[in-house]
């Protein structure tokens, strides 16, 4: 029975069974409890109790009490039914007797109870029993229930709390937040069975934003009390508006270990973890470090998110001794509107010691740049080092040299002179130098001195490889996203490129134009991101994209699978194309997938892990491929499935596998999986397999890192054979390094390249394929926080060449398009994001550099800035074409006008006789034929007689001297080609005489005139 289990161990019913006592006589029993006439309350348990009559110890002693309760209901279409809760079982005593029961949940069972029947009968020493003493209660409800609020939404302002109730002779329904003392609602009176509505008015202004739990619960008028129910709401009073907290103190390390204390100019580590716990991202979160109340250090979150718990990194160097206090601020500028502003500063008290007496110089990690970040092949560079002091007496008079190694060995080049770094300081090196040819440049600094006494020689030098490389860092711009966007990958597409950015499982799409400015696109690529993505730029124009992304499909269940599809410049996508069967997040998932395109053959894999395993719930974890040639719908992809199985692998704790196409119809893959070999201990490794495409189950195998992850690889064919480019990170924090190997098919190291790369707090390495080798992005922490380096990797002339500081920050994302000479990266800031570039002297794609290009890296300007310039002289040189042509157009029109306008010129003799003395020869006119125009001579009319009689005679004598005759035009030479009526030479002008109607002077003057005025008497002559 029901009430037997319920009642359990608790009851000892003695000689119970359930054959009923012989009818009897006498009043002997006496019941108690529960008293007559009462209610009982479904749910709840009793005890029955009573006790033995005085007058029934004439008829002798009493030894059992028999004891049996039940319910009686009626069916619906039914008659009245009994039902046995305890049937008959001696009670537990004699003169004071009494048995438990609990009363089933009538209302839950959907049983209609009339009452419940209490029945005790007694038995004394001789036998005989006594007459049966019955008690009938009827039975009710104590219970509660809350209508709202809902929880299913925000509440503010004053708030309905309601509900029904159910009671037993009336009751009170009381109420509370969180674990506060409960408080009377509402009081109900009443007898019996009874119920009603309830409700209660709650201000959420007197608490602050945030979530709390509502209960509920209903006492009755018997003092029994109903199960407490409860309900948590979210109490929104304020706008939307992130809320940031710490979530933990602050806490001082170097290189991972926590310190109490520390010698001053020691590089610190002050890590935190922060929350925000507002219902808003926090865009462009500033965090500051302050020291004494000076800002030593800063960093901007581009975004957390509503809920999200991030550790925060800060540097700190102290550079005096004393108690510092050392305080952590949020968004200090107070830029972002929270709900609550009181919670954004810790502070501690950090004791800074003095370092001991002496002189300690030392090279720190990460001591050693270049200026410019990325020196090129002749032309002058510096090599510049950090030496600090790590005692406290100062040291003078310090000699630093410069080595350069080549195939002799080290070679100095170069020394220069410190006179003094101060105790407890730092001071800074410089050399000079210039590098014949592209390529890796080990360079070895040590310093020494005829009296230092140095208290650790080890530190004294410092051995580095320093790249010098055709190309050049350009300038950072940065990069503003919506609220909550972070971004995941960019696509260069040649000058141009795409920016894929995820806010809460929505990928958003960002143009990226030349100047490397970004443009929202009015399309997404995907609404429910799964959380894994992979890309491969391509020289058309075009990039190929593939992710995991879930959908519900038509009964309402969330399905994972792999897409594909092909997106432009312009945010234009090919359809998309789903490349592996549909999953129910139940049954497994698809992740750490990688892409490897070759012309027009795109390569996918990726990890898949498989719950339901062909229906034994076997959870197996296996690596497919996905081939197809130029595909343009699902049905062109061939699904090589269980190329390496049985790897034990946590979906999200570990990195993407690494994929590329080998030869011969080959593939390479680098991907992880749990080893426990040599140490017993399980952890992650890294292994390598090749094998054919379309091949499962892949023979080739082999480990090649332990603790690994981050890994890339690229494979080149160099003289007809395969060389790989890999490189992964081993460890954790402060104590990782990276691993590089430039290796055959087997994964050997050709000519023992293969380097080991302190990398403290490596998070991120890139690799990308380029005309000079494999160009290699990673980021450590340095003395003075993250910081972006870069490297090549030369297989074919077999170098490795590892690695200039670009700038402080930390790697998120690097593409580049091959038809491209920029490699674009995106790293984080004190700032936010970041864009910048690293890019070629040369077009990889052309013939060489142009003239243009030569004057640009002469100049030391990256293309962005050459092409302003270039664009501002052109226009200079326009302006200036401009005003030349306005002057020659002027000067040109004046020019016209002048052959249209005529001048006289000629000589005139005048004699006092006109009639005697004029003749044929006394007026000469003269013509230019050169410039068609006239030439008129005047000469001095009052002269005396002999002045005229001289130059009369002069005439004469010029009248003696014979003319020349006019050369004679030769006559063209005869053309069968030109027709008769060709062009004629137009016949030369001549002068027609003139007598003056006045003086009867007579002149010439051309034929073309209609008057004329006489050059003796001045009169108009009509012609």
């Not at 059992?64 to 209901?73: L, P, T």
């Not at 209903?218 to 508006?241: C, Q």
């Not at 001053?264 to 500051?288: M, P, Q, Y």
């Not at 997040?585 to 062909?614: A, C, N, P, Q």
Request: hydrophobic share 35%; proline share 5%.
């Amino acid at each position: 029975m029901i009430l037997e289990a319920m009642l359990g161990g608790d009851v000892d019913p003695g000689n119970n069974n359930t054959d009923p006592p012989p009818p009897g006589s006498g009043d002997w029993v006496v019941m108690e409890n529960p008293e007559v006439d009462s209610w009982l309350v479904e749910g709840e348990t009793y005890s029955a109790r009573g006790h033995i009559d005085e007058d029934a110890e004439t008829n002798g002693s009493i030894d059992e009490i028999a004891v049996r309760i039940s319910y009686s209901h009626r069916p619906e279409g039914e008659p009245k039914r009994e039902v046995v809760l305890l049937d008959w079982h001696a009670a537990q005593g004699t003169s004071n007797w009494t048995t438990p029961f609990t009363l089933p949940e009538f209302t839950e069972d959907e049983i209609n109870v009339l009452e419940v029947i209490i029945e005790a009968q007694a038995k004394n020493e001789f036998g005989q029993w006594s007459d049966v003493v019955e008690q009938k209660h009827e039975v009710g409800l104590v219970a509660v229930t809350m209508g709202g609020p809902s929880g299913q939404s925000p509440v503010s302002g004053n708030v309905n709390v309601f509900g029904t109730w159910d009671s037993v002779n009336g009751g009170t329904v009381q109420w509370r937040l969180g674990t506060d003392t409960w408080e009377t609602a509402q009081t109900f009176g009443g007898s019996g069975s009874s119920s009603g509505d309830w409700s209660v008015t709650w201000s959420t202004e007197d608490v602050d934003d945030g979530f709390y739990r509502l209960s509920a619960r209903m006492a009755s008028g018997d003092g029994i009390y109903s199960e407490e129910i409860r309900r948590t709401v979210e109490v929104d009073n304020d706008p939307p508006a992130p809320n940031l907290m710490f979530r933990t103190g602050l806490s001082v390390e170097e290189y991972g270990i926590h310190l109490t204390q520390t010698y001053v100019n020691t590089f610190l580590e002050i890590r935190t973890e922060i929350r925000n716990d507002g219902d808003l991202a926090a865009s462009n979160l500033a965090i500051a470090l302050y020291e004494d109340g000076s800002r030593k250090d800063e960093i901007v979150l581009p975004s957390i998110d509503s809920g999200d718990i991030i550790e925060v990194v800060l540097y700190w160097n102290p550079t005096t001794v004393g108690d510092k206090v050392v305080m952590v601020s949020l968004d200090p500028s107070d830029s972002i509107e929270e709900l609550n502003e009181e919670d954004n500063g810790q502070t501690i008290t950090f004791p800074v010691i003095q370092r001991p007496q002496g002189i300690d110089l030392a090279f720190r990690e990460g001591a050693v740049r270049t200026e410019p970040v990325i020196p090129r092949p002749l032309e002058q560079f510096l090599i510049t080092a950090r030496v600090d002091n790590l005692g406290s007496s100062d040291a003078t008079n310090v000699e630093a040299t410069l080595e350069i190694h080549n195939n002799l060995g080290w070679e100095l080049v170069s020394s220069t002179a410190i006179s003094l770094v101060v105790g407890q300081g730092a001071s800074q090196l410089s050399f000079a130098h210039r590098a014949n040819q592209s390529g890796p440049l080990d360079v070895r600094i040590t310093l020494s001195g005829s009296g230092l006494a140095d208290l650790d020689w080890s530190n004294n030098q410092v051995e580095t490889t320093v790249l010098v490389d055709e190309s050049t860092l350009s300038g950072a711009r940065a990069m503003n996203f919506d609220a909550g966007e972070v971004p995941v990958k960019i696509i260069d597409l040649d000058n141009e490129g795409i920016v894929i950015t995820n806010n809460e499982g929505i990928l958003s799409l960002y143009r990226l134009n030349s100047n490397r400015g970004t443009t929202a696109c009015t399309n997404v690529l995907d609404e429910m991101w799964a959380g894994d993505i992979a890309t491969w730029s391509t020289e058309d124009g075009w990039a190929h994209i593939v992710w995991t992304r879930r959908f519900l499909d038509s009964s309402g269940y969330f399905l994972q699978t792999l897409s594909y599809s092909a997106i432009d410049a312009t945010c234009q996508m090919s359809p998309i194309q789903d490349l592996m069967d549909p999953l129910l997040l139940s049954d497994g998932k698809y992740w750490g997938i990688d892409i490897d395109v070759d012309d027009e053959e795109v390569l996918v894999s990726g990890y898949h892990r498989d719950m339901f395993t062909g229906g034994t719930f076997g959870d197996q974890t296996s690596v497919f491929l996905l081939h197809a040639d130029n595909p343009t719908k699902s049905s062109d992809w061939t699904l090589t499935p269980n190329i390496i199985g049985e790897l034990d692998l946590i979906p999200g704790a570990a990195s993407s596998l690494d994929v590329e196409f080998g030869e011969d119809d080959g593939a390479h893959l680098l991907y992880q999986s749990t080893r426990s070999d040599s140490t017993g201990i399980e952890r992650y490794g890294l292994w390598y397999a090749h094998g054919l495409i379309e091949q499962s189950s892949w023979t080739f195998k082999k480990a090649v890192g332990d603790e690994a992850s981050l890994a890339v690889m690229k494979v080149q064919i160099i003289e007809g054979e395969e060389r790989i480019t890999a490189a992964w990170r081993e460890g954790e924090g402060h104590e990782s390094v990276m691993i590089t190997i430039v290796a055959d098919s087997s994964f050997e190291a050709i000519d023992n390249l293969t380097r080991i790369y302190p990398s403290r707090g490596l998070s991120s390495i890139v690799m990308q394929e380029v005309d000079r080798g494999v160009q290699v992005f990673f980021d450590v922490v340095g003395p003075t926080g993250p910081q972006v380096r870069f490297g090549i990797i030369d297989a074919e002339e077999g170098w490795l060449g590892l690695s200039n500081r670009l700038n402080l920050g930390n790697l998120y994302l690097m593409d580049r398009s091959p038809a491209s000479s920029e490699t674009v990266f995106i790293h984080t800031s004190a700032s936010g994001w970041l864009i910048r570039a690293v890019v070629d002297d040369n077009d990889p794609n052309g013939d060489g550099g142009s003239l243009l290009d030569e004057l640009r890296h002469a100049l030391g300007l990256d293309e962005q800035n050459f092409n302003i310039l270039l664009g501002g002289f052109a226009i200079t040189i326009l302006l200036l074409c401009t005003v030349i042509l306005t002057t020659l157009s002027a000067r040109g029109i004046r020019w016209m006008r002048g052959r249209r306008s005529f001048q006289a010129t000629g000589t005139v003799l005048l004699e006092e006789d006109v009639v005697d003395v004029v003749d044929d020869t006394d007026i000469a006119v003269k013509t230019s034929e050169e410039d068609d125009v006239q030439l008129v001579e005047l000469v001095e009319v009052n002269e005396g007689a002999e002045g005229r009689r001289g130059r009369r005679q002069k005439r004469g004598q010029i009248t003696d001297v014979p003319e020349l005759p006019p050369m004679p035009i030769p006559p063209p030479e005869p053309d069968v080609n030109i027709p008769e009526a060709a062009y004629r030479p137009p016949e030369l002008q001549l002068n027609k005489p003139i007598i003056c109607p006045e003086c009867d002077s007579r002149f010439e003057a051309p034929l073309d005139i209609q008057a004329a005025r006489c050059p003796v008497c001045g009169d108009n002559i009509a012609l």
